[in-house]
């Protein structure tokens, strides 16, 4: 199904939305969620119906007995980016916010989906869950109240991460163990405890937490960046020196997260946290000194 999944997007992006086999003619988008787990961004394509200013999309994984992952993705952080084919033969980028239907709202939609297409309706008789429906909100970036909740959200997260990654770089200078400690033992009753890892792992798995999280701070910052340019046209070079710091550090948590893989001591994991630690700030730094003005100061009303 990943392979599959795949081909789809691939085909959608290269074809302006449009696709052929069995979704040719089907209203499809892109869904891109931030992983529950991972932090790391997961695209789905998905069949979705207009409704009014909302996009909405079903949860059916083809009547299967679970969620599909992107609807657990979504209840677990319901930002996410959209791509829309457009009239004119390209592929629309946006973000936007996921609402789950409930109730007598959920059950009204669904049935209007199922008279549409009627593998709809097949897909809930299938399944002993109720299909969830999801309606995606465009994120207005026009709004100066948007603009400000932006800025302040931004400092928040680099607040935290910083703070997540000064705990790592004293946990690495404090742990003289190796990262990949002993197999578990088991006590008396032979009960394995897992409920307190050794140092070493308690440190590899920190690791692993902080990389999903900036993983998943970037995904949604790249998602909101073209929105950003189009509002903010004057910020363009900064974005562009802003993305391509984002994949520099994307390729510095990939040699810490393989250097993690292979077991190494605390003590050869310090160089490669100090290098990331050295770029992020930087990169925060250059962040909020471009972006927080931008989006903060006020702005003047044509006209006016």
């Given at each position: 199904?990943?392979?599959?999944?795949q081909?789809?997007?691939?085909?959608?992006?290269?074809?302006?939305?449009?696709?052929?086999?069995?979704?040719?003619?089907?209203?499809l988008?892109?869904?891109?969620?931030?992983?529950?787990?991972?932090?790391?961004?997961?695209?789905?394509?998905?069949?979705?119906?207009?409704?009014?200013?909302?996009?909405l999309?079903?949860?059916?994984n083809?009547?299967?007995?679970?969620?599909p992952?992107?609807?657990h993705?979504?209840?677990?952080?319901?930002?996410?980016?959209?791509?829309?084919g457009?009239?004119?033969?390209?592929?629309?980028?946006?973000?936007?916010?996921?609402?789950?239907?409930?109730?007598?709202?959920?059950?009204r939609?669904?049935?209007?989906?199922?008279?549409?297409?009627?593998?709809?309706?097949?897909?809930?008789?299938?399944?002993?869950?109720?299909?969830?429906?999801?309606?995606?909100h465009?994120?207005?970036?026009?709004?100066?109240?948007?603009?400000?909740?932006?800025?302040?959200?931004?400092?928040?997260?680099?607040?935290?991460?910083?703070?997540?990654?000064?705990?790592?770089?004293?946990?690495?200078?404090?742990?003289?163990?190796?990262?990949?400690?002993?197999?578990d033992?088991?006590?008396a009753?032979?009960?394995?405890?897992?409920?307190?890892?050794?140092?070493?792992?308690?440190?590899?798995?920190?690791?692993?937490?902080?990389c999903?999280?900036?993983?998943?701070?970037?995904?949604?910052?790249?998602?909101?960046?073209?929105?950003?340019e189009?509002?903010f046209?004057?910020?363009?070079?900064?974005?562009?020196?802003?993305?391509?710091?984002h994949?520099?550090?994307?390729?510095?948590?990939?040699?810490?997260?393989?250097?993690?893989?292979?077991?190494?001591?605390p003590?050869?994991?310090?160089?490669?946290?100090?290098?990331?630690?050295?770029?992020?700030?930087?990169?925060f730094?250059?962040?909020e000194?471009?972006?927080?003005?931008?989006?903060?100061?006020?702005?003047?009303?044509?006209?006016?």
């Open positions: 199904m990943p392979d599959f999944n081909q789809v997007i691939e085909e959608f992006r290269a074809n302006g939305g449009r696709v052929g086999g069995m979704f040719e003619g089907a209203a988008l892109l869904l891109t969620t931030t992983g529950a787990r991972s932090g790391r961004a997961h695209t789905n394509p998905a069949v979705y119906v207009r409704d009014g200013a909302r996009l999309v079903f949860a059916s083809a009547g299967g007995p679970k969620h992952a992107w609807f993705n979504l209840s677990a952080d319901p930002y996410v980016t959209v791509e829309l457009t009239a004119e033969g390209t592929v629309e980028r946006f973000g936007a916010t996921a609402v789950v239907t409930e109730g007598q709202e959920r059950d939609l669904y049935a209007e989906q199922a008279d549409r297409d009627p593998g709809f309706a097949a897909y809930q008789a299938a399944t002993d869950r109720t299909i969830p429906v999801v309606a995606l465009r994120v207005d970036l026009g709004d100066p109240a948007r603009h400000r909740a932006i800025a302040d959200h931004l400092v928040t997260v680099h607040t935290e991460l910083r703070a997540e990654l000064a705990a790592l770089r004293e946990g690495l200078r404090s742990t003289a163990g190796a990262v990949t400690d002993p197999p033992s088991a006590d009753t032979g009960t394995v405890a897992r409920d307190n890892p050794p140092p070493g792992r308690r440190l590899a798995r920190h690791c692993l937490t902080f999903g999280a900036l993983h998943a701070h970037h995904h949604n910052e790249d998602s909101a960046f073209d929105l950003l189009r509002e046209p004057e910020l363009s070079g900064s974005l562009d020196r802003m993305r391509e710091e994949k520099v550090v994307a390729r510095t948590v990939e040699e810490l997260e393989a250097l993690l893989a292979s077991g190494a001591a003590a050869a994991l310090r160089a490669e946290v100090d290098r990331l630690a050295t770029r992020l700030e930087e990169h730094t250059y962040e000194a471009h972006l927080v003005p931008a989006l903060t100061r006020t702005r003047a009303v044509p006209g006016t």
